[in-house]
């Protein structure tokens, strides 16, 4: 099943559990979004306006765009002017379709697991890290030195 919504000013085709990027959102209440319904389509599998219909989202990220350079330009008149410019955009989870006293839902997202912490040189004793140091050093210098005698001997 899938619908068909608007938002900033334009049309999506939206199924349960596809991520959207719309224009710049005003989050709702828990991060929940309502999107304005145009079409349902039915199992059967016919598009159809119904009036009970809604779709929701949860917003999963706000930020902002690729940079586009707009840059104007008149030749044999010395006029050049260039302005960037960055997007908005709220990233939407489409979580129900509801219609007809039917309700899809999306599958859940599996929760993610912690990364364990990276343990830093200022932690470990300074006597260590000093010793680790300076194995390390000599481990790289011994392949050096073999190399050189080994060019030597012929």
Known sequence: MYAVIRAGGKQYRVAPGDVIRVEKLGTGTDGQVEFPVLAVSSEAGQVAKQADARVVGEVIEEGRGAKILVFHYKRKKQYK????????????????IAAGGHSFKAPELPKKEAKPKKVKEAEIPAAEAKAAKGSAREKAAAPKKAAKKAAKKK
């Not at 002017?81 to 129900?96: M, N």
Request: aromatic share 6%; proline share 0%; glycine share 6%.
């Open 81 to 96: 002017k260039l302005r960037g410019h960055r997007q908005a955009f709220t990233a939407v989870r489409i979580t129900e």
